[in-house]
């Protein structure tokens, strides 16, 4: 017998060499057996609670989908999941294949009767297991917290040193300092924006180690997080603010804000490092207006056609309109110099040539010319289905005829009842109906000339037309755009993106045949005397395009 055995641990607390005892017993079942052990796999440091995120149990199932063995050993099978869920699918999978899965430890094997029970027995201990340590480790944290003690997340402008019964929190004097600076600069009228490029040039240390940019800085009041709207600053230590959940399906831990009512506040003076009437001018600058120089209240929608399409051509960043004017650099912008030199252009004359660029290019003569093949292609395909329609409603109503003709005959003889009634209802309806439709496909004929003078017609326009409806038309841009990067080179900035009649050929064939297989809107006049009509459609319907 073909054998393989897959091993795995939890965390990098547990002893490394786990996998090795795993292996071990795994090794002297087979040596008992008299089988021959062909594949190892392990994974290390992985939770068992999702599959999605394991390399090494997928490479396992993708070969057992290839019968590369015949038998799967674990040490116990919640190494394979602690999941009931996951448990008993993974295993159906396997024995589907033909392959036998034996849990060496516990004497669970597919090949005895009963081995469903124990799969499910063991799969609900696996969960029960995860839920007590995870109970047992929040009332832990918590009686830390109550206690004074470090219960995790480590704040700006703190450290954690040995204390009797754990570690607790310090100040970092040389990180408070920069925290004070922070919320100074803030009240005094300072941008994040430019609080961020002086801490920048300044080489601060930052919370992450990186750069400082806006959202370390600000973050968000509500839930209590930036520099700002930290209240351990103010001597309140704040634990339970959130939970780190697993996607049952990747694995990846993903944090869930609790609600403030949840949250557990406690006053720590000895860990204040603003004082009370800085703490509350900076309050006082958020709950201002922002036309006031605050910063309540929501932002200005956004009004630019390109902002936040851009990239730009020294750091990779976004480039979003930094004024009236010009389009800028984000990084430059909200962290500085120091960061980024950052890449400028107007907006009226990025707008202008790229559109310019952009109309020029999808009526050039081969965009034209790849369209036309394409509706050609599409009208053959729709004549097709219409005829393929057509046959299929003549055949449904030679049925409906003489299931009407029955109808009519059983009343003569039996008399009208309620059920005949509804029957021969239902038949003549659909009669009509089927008799009709036909009528309908016959006045959609697709005229591909008219539609290439309509579709010019519509580029013509293509600048005001997308300026009308500025957030619908940057999803239409980035589509059919893609990343376009802003290169300084000497005096002069160049844009670099991908060809729009390529990319709108690329991704136009599913939208076209999508629309041609539900028919056409009647609202749009004429009735679709054009595929190459819907092909512009996207553009046409969201950016109020005129044709």
């Known amino acids: 017998m073909r054998c393989a055995i897959y091993g795995r641990f939890s965390t990098e607390k547990q002893d490394f060499q786990s996998i090795a005892d ?63 869920g996951d448990l008993n699918k993974t295993i159906d999978r396997l024995t589907f294949r033909g392959v036998r899965v034996i849990g060496v430890s516990n004497g669970y094997d597919t090949a005895r009767k009963g081995h469903k029970l124990q799969a499910g027995v063991e799969g609900v201990m696996g969960e029960a297991f995860r839920d007590m340590v995870r109970d047992k480790t929040y009332t832990a944290l918590s009686g830390r917290a109550e206690r004074g003690l470090f219960a995790g997340g480590i704040s700006y402008g703190y450290r954690t040193i040995e204390a009797p019964g754990g570690r607790q929190l310090e100040i970092n004097q040389d990180q408070a300092a920069i925290v004070r600076g922070i919320f ?71 944090r869930i804000d609790r609600a403030r009512t949840d949250w557990c506040i406690m006053d720590r003076p000895d860990l204040r490092i603003v004082p009370d009437e800085l703490w509350q001018a900076v309050r006082r600058r958020m709950d201002t207006p922002q036309h006031a120089g605050g910063s309540r209240g929501a932002g200005r929608p956004a009004r630019t056609l390109f902002g936040g399409l851009l990239r730009c051509g020294i750091c990779g960043g976004a480039v979003v309109a930094i004024n009236a004017s010009m389009y800028g650099c984000a990084a430059r912008k909200d962290r500085g110099e120091s960061v980024c030199q950052g890449v400028y252009v107007s907006r009226k004359v990025a707008e202008l040539r790229i559109l310019s ?75 009509t109906r089927l008799t009709i439709q036909p009528r309908n496909i016959d006045k959609a004929p697709c005229k591909v000339a008219n539609a290439i003078a309509r579709y010019r017609a519509m580029m013509a326009d293509l600048s005001g037309a997308l300026k009308s409806k500025p957030e619908r038309s940057r999803e239409v841009l980035r589509e059919v755009m893609g990343e376009i990067r802003l290169i300084p080179k000497e005096a002069e900035v160049w844009a670099e993106f991908q060809s729009p009649a390529e990319r709108m050929l690329m991704i136009s064939g599913e939208s076209l045949i999508m629309v041609a297989g539900v028919g056409f809107c009647s609202q749009l006049q004429p009735q679709c005397d054009s595929a190459l009509y819907r092909y512009a459609e996207k553009w046409q319907t969201a950016l109020r395009l005129h044709y």
């Not at 040039?201 to 400082?212: F, V, Y």
């Not at 005829?387 to 003549?394: L, N, P, V």
């Open 22 to 84: 795993q292996y071990r017993v795994c090794e002297q079942y087979t040596q008992r057996q008299g089988w021959e052990i062909v594949a190892r796999y392990a994974d290390e440091g992985i939770s068992g609670a999702a599959i999605g995120n394991r390399p090494e149990f997928n490479a396992m199932m993708a070969d057992a989908m290839q019968h590369k063995f015949d038998v799967l050993l674990v040490m116990e099978l919640s190494r394979l999941s602690r999941s009931a």
């Open 184 to 254: 100074e600069q803030y009240v005094a009228g300072a941008s994040c924006q430019r609080i961020a490029s002086e801490l920048n040039h300044r080489h601060a240390p930052s919370p992450r180690g990186s750069s400082w940019c806006v959202s370390a800085i600000y973050g968000s009041p509500a839930k209590g997080t930036g520099i700002l709207n930290n209240e351990l600053y103010a001597g309140r230590y704040i634990w339970n603010r959130s939970q780190w959940i697993k996607d049952p399906d990747t694995g990846v831990r993903t």
């Open 357 to 431: 660029s952009l109309r020029d290019d999808l009526l050039s003569p081969d965009a034209l010319a790849g369209v036309q093949r394409e509706l050609a292609r599409l009208v053959r395909e729709r004549g097709a289905c219409e005829a393929q329609e057509r046959q299929a409603a003549q055949a449904r109503l030679s049925v409906l005829n003489r299931e009407i003709d029955n109808l009519v005959s059983a009343v003569a003889v039996a008399g009208m009842s309620a059920a005949l009634r509804e029957r021969l209802a239902d038949a003549e309806a659909e009669r």
